[in-house]
């Protein structure tokens, strides 16, 4: 008799933890130097990390970080399986417009050629015409290279998995250029420099090409409730000093 009374009690209880520790929301991203950057156990630097691991725990929502390379990170948040799944820092663009619920906007950055000193900078696609050029694989950057409004050629275009590797290339020459955004170029070249034996003034940084709007994103089948919660969480933080001084590491 005891036995068939315990079962329940014990099924409540397993329930009950799940439920207590399940958390809000699962938050896929990749390491972008400046941008996403792991900084601990459950917990992430970069301006756009920063950024939303601040305004998620100031409203108290739970997470659970997936970090996968860039097109796996887009694709099983495109999927949305548990239905309370979220991405940053996704470029809105038109190419992506009607895929994703653009839950709140981040903050902005541009996408920029990077050269060499002895090379000339890029500042137009028209520039870059003829020049081979890295750029990560599977990027809103790529995007724009290999529109057909770029006049890019396909062969030209270096696409890989991340962009450590491109910083890479270029100062090796195995790359002309290297098209990415403001920030992650700043974050690499001043990482590296005393390693690689370089100075600023070793690369030469093209004007913007294009504005890049950073948002927190997810999908309809997440609902509409939850998308809520985040968004206010994310316009309350971008009201704070914080914010303010984050994002103005940016222009600096």
Do not use: H
């Amino acid at each position: 008799m005891a036995k068939r009374i315990i079962k329940p009690y014990i099924i409540i209880a397993c329930f009950f933890n799940i439920s207590v520790y399940a958390e809000d929301i699962t938050l896929f991203w990749d390491d972008f130097p400046g941008e996403i950057e792991k900084r601990g156990e459950n917990d992430l630097g970069g301006i756009g990390g920063d950024i939303v691991i601040q305004a998620l725990k100031a409203k108290k929502i739970s997470y659970k970080l997936e970090m996968k390379p860039w097109k796996r990170a887009f694709t099983e948040a495109l999927a949305n399986d548990n239905k309370k799944s979220f991405i940053i820092p996704l470029t809105r663009n038109k190419e992506r417009e009607e895929k994703f619920v653009w839950a709140s906007k981040i903050y902005e950055a541009k996408t920029i050629f990077l050269t060499m000193s002895g090379s000339k900078n890029i500042d137009s696609m028209a520039d870059a015409k003829g020049s081979k050029i890295g750029v990560l694989a599977g990027s809103s950057y790529e995007n724009i290279l290999t529109s057909p409004d770029s006049k890019i050629e396909k062969g030209n275009i270096d696409a890989v998995p991340n962009d450590v590797t491109n910083f890479k290339k270029l100062i090796g020459k195995k790359i002309d250029a290297w098209f990415t955004l403001n920030i992650v170029a700043s974050t690499l070249i001043k990482a590296n420099l005393k390693a690689e034996n370089l100075n600023e003034s070793n690369f030469r940084i093209g004007k913007a090409i294009a504005v890049q709007e950073k948002y927190i994103a997810t999908t309809s089948t997440t609902s509409p409730e939850l998308i809520k919660k985040v968004t206010d969480a994310i316009e309350a933080f971008k009201k704070t000093a914080d914010y303010k001084k984050l994002t103005d590491k940016i222009s600096k």
